[in-house]
C-alpha cells in the first residue's frame, strides 16, 4: 500500500458535504478513505451501463441524421439550381 502525500482540495455544496460525511459515517471512515474506496473500486451500475449505451446510440443516431440531412439539403439546392436554369 503507498503511503497517501498528495491532496486535492475540491469545492462542493453544504448538502454534498454533509452527504459525504454521512456516508463516511455509515461505512465507518473517513471521508477520504470513502473517496478513494469508491473511486478505486468503481464498478458501473447496471442504470450506469445502460445510460452509457444510449449515449452512444443517440450519437451514433446523430451521425446518421446529419449525413441524412446532409444529403438532402445537397439534393435540395442541386434541385433549385437546375430550377433556376434558363
Not at 445537397?74 to 434558363?86: C, G
Request: hydrophobic content about 35%; charged content about 35%.
Amino acid at each position: 500500500m503507498s503511503v497517501k502525500t498528495e491532496r486535492i482540495t475540491i469545492l462542493s455544496t453544504p448538502d454534498f458535504k454533509a452527504y459525504l460525511s454521512r456516508e463516511a459515517k455509515k461505512e465507518g471512515v473517513s471521508v477520504s478513505q470513502l473517496v478513494r474506496k469508491r473511486c478505486e473500486n468503481a464498478t458501473p451500475t447496471h442504470d450506469e451501463e445502460l445510460l452509457w449505451q444510449l449515449v452512444a446510440e443517440v450519437r451514433s443516431s446523430t451521425k446518421k441524421a446529419k449525413k441524412s440531412l446532409d444529403r438532402g439539403i445537397e439534393d435540395a439546392e442541386r434541385v433549385l439550381a437546375e430550377l433556376r436554369a434558363p
